[in-house]
């Protein structure tokens, strides 16, 4: 059937299955954007500003596990896209970004809304494409779908010239993709299996640390019942939480800069580390001299590149994590292999006291609201429940400690990137995917203002997220940094000149609340969680000098935290 | 230590400057880099020369291997191999000189290809050392321009970079 590149675009996003994309129209897209106008399968989401439109396709796919579809204009249009690609980049989130581009014969001349738009984002892609025939289109198509979904996820950007979009082809959904370039493995290296089973089965302090890789490749199920089989520790990075129960006794919290005592002690004294889907970020190891430097390490991994890359470690294992792991429970089952039940006892017996310590209690106030405090009860009051996204700061950092959760897809963050204005998109991203369930955007007043205008968009389309703004009146992260290190210079940390958020969402049609004694958090937060059908934007106005403990201060080891 | 990674690639738009931009991000070293087309149009052999500890060569033949684009690649290095560099070199060549240059190009195996009454046109192929030897040899007032083609090679005996 012949259909024009823009036809081929939106048939091709329908045969994929695709149902939301997130976009924003300009000149180079309207061929695509009238193509959308005459077909009812894919729903346009139409954002604010692009920043929002690839933050809000990550949301839907970090909520999901599948792809997510943004679609922007040349130029500005993909300029502004950059932010949301390299912050899915960084966090290997499935991403695919369709790109408008100038007509091919006026590429290169400096036309008007024209950027490079392979050549800018190319180091913050997993790949990129431009189309020059718009015969290529369905297969360039199929081809950022495939590599954006397998071995280690990542974005994909394809951007279409204009006269690709109004050219004409035959189209057919193509099924099948060959590329002689990449081929992700998938199964684990069976000798490297059982080497690494020995070495499990031999450990006197075991610890398992695991990423965000856990979630990408689906294999929370197994990696609960296999810690839960054998007795071991566990600690989730900030891009893993939800891996393993959070509520589990097994479960040591989050490590790293500002992970638990017991989970920092536990990674700096064990004797064998098994290290799954994670990458030995800097904010986890500290500093890597000394990280785990009495534990052999196991690693088991899909992207070969991130192994030996920070740490050296000693059993590497290339694969998806799920079948590895579904490996390893194959043959303890079949070998009947047992841990050292005494040597873990002491284990466990050390962790405890480690964990006596508390090191994540704080100073409650009837004065003012501490912050800890409104996301301890955030917990409660979603019952664990919520699908939670966060902004970047002190508020990530204390939802990431104080939330627990459960199970995977529900802690949405910007690990890797960090970037503050994640949030509310990522929210709406979330809401999209998960109509019914309670969506939360914990975030700060800085943060908050990056993509603000987002409120405009759930308005448009009724999602009714709860926004849980810790109002400190500061860049709290840096301001605490600033106290820390650079004895209290508070540049230009003090938010000066806010709005009145209440009035702010008021005015943006949602309702709005400030909550000023801790008294109110309980109700507010319940009051909020009923209007199911109404975005509700609560300004907690909280204690202004709250810092994050624990910290481990940049550089130093593990085992060198600063408790309260 | 010093390596050389011979890498096939797809011969598509935007390839090397993947590769390139892939160098410089990561702040990896390039020595030399060159490529073109196999015998087979779809697909381009490139010759990376490179520095590093065994961790950071590894990092890089991981990395390179990532590269959507990149079908295959091998650190010639890692086993025999030959390693040819094309020189070429214009030299002012004048009364005495001239003598001393001819002699100068047939102990190093090169030949002159351009002459004019003052000038020498020299091509040399070799390893790069016996490239930087030949450079050294002559006197430095005499070069007028160099140009060298960047270092390509290929394995010894029976092992061949092919898909
Ligand atoms: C786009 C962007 N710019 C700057 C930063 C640096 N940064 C990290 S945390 C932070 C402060 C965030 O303040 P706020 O959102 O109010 O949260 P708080 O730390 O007070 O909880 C800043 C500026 C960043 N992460 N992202």
Redesign the interface.
Known sequence: MELTGAEIVVRFLKDEGVKYVFGYPGGAVLHIYDALYKQQDVEHILVRHEQGATHAADGYARATGKPGVALVTSGPGATNAVTGIATAYMDSIPLVVLTGQVPTHLIGNDAFQEVDS??IT??CV??NF?VKDVRDLAMILKKAFY?ATTGRPGPVVVDIPKDVTAAKADYKYPKQIA????RPVTKGHIGQIKRALKLMMAAERPMIYTGGGVILGGGSGSLTELTRLLGFPITNTLMGLGAYPGTDKQFLGMLGMHGTYEANMAMHHCDVLIAIGARFDDRVTGNVEKFCSKAKIIHIDI???S???NV?VDIPIVGNVDNVLKEMLRIIKEKNLKPRREALKAWWAQIEEWRATDCLKYQQSDEVIKPQYVLEQLYKVTRGNAFVTSDVGQHQMWAAQFYKFDKPHRWINSGGLGTMGFGLPAAMGAQFAHPRSTVVCVTGEGSIQMCIQELSTCLQYGLPIKIVNLNNRYLGMVRQWQEFFYQGRYAMSYMDALPDFVRLAESYGHVGMRIEKPAEVVPALKEAMKMKDRLVFMDFITDQTENVYPMIPAGAGLNEMILV | MRHIISIL??NE??AL??VA?LFS?RGYNIESLTVAPTEDPSLSRMTVVTRGSD?II??IT??L??L?????LQDLTEGAHIEREMLLIKVKAVDGAREELMRLTDIFRGSIIDVTGQTFTIELTGTSEKLDAFIEAVDDKLILETVRSGVTGIARGERALR?
């Open positions: 392979v050549g190319r180091p997993k790949h431009l590599i590329l002689r370039s990449y992207d070969p590149s192994i030996s890359k050296r | 690639l797809e738009a935007g400057s993947r931009g991000a961790e590894e990092q991981k990395q291997n990532k959507i684009d990149v079908v295959k898909l």
